[in-house]
């Protein structure tokens, strides 16, 4: 059973549109995925902006991978360097604790993901 940063079980990001590095709505994660998808974000248009200009465009659609695009609202399984980097950046968007996998606290600390947390 996969665990959230709580050592609880880990809780479903989105299904809608299928988010996570299996596309099954979890933000979980296994050794050759090199993003290590783990933090699920509630993606805001600021950080949709700083990503695409970081070189990951995460708006415009991708029909061939099944992938919509998204937009502001929507939640989504992130890397956590890259959300990382947008934290440093100023542009980090909010995360779902209960659906952030547990490998997470190997990158940062569970009091800084808390004042990222969504209300």
């Known amino acids: 059973m996969e665990l ?10 989105c299904t809608k549109p299928a988010t996570g590095y299996f596309r099954d709505g979890f933000c979980r994660t296994v050794s050759h995925d090199v993003g290590t ?50 934290k440093k950046a100023g542009k980090a968007p909010p995360i779902m604790l209960e659906a952030t996998h547990i490998k997470s606290l190997q990158y940062t600390s569970l009091e800084v993901l808390q004042k990222y947390a969504a209300t």
């Not at 959230?4 to 990001?13: A, G, T, Y």
């Not at 700083?50 to 708006?59: E, F, K, M, T």
Request: glycine fraction near 4%.
């Open 37 to 86: 998808h783990t933090v699920c974000a509630i993606v805001t248009q600021e950080f949709l902006a700083y990503s695409a200009a970081r070189g990951n465009d995460l708006i415009t659609p991708i029909p061939q991978w099944s992938f919509p695009g998204l937009k502001p609202g929507d939640q989504w399984c992130l890397c956590i360097s890259r959300w990382l980097e947008a």
């Open 4 to 13: 959230n940063v709580f050592n609880k079980p880990l809780k479903s990001c």
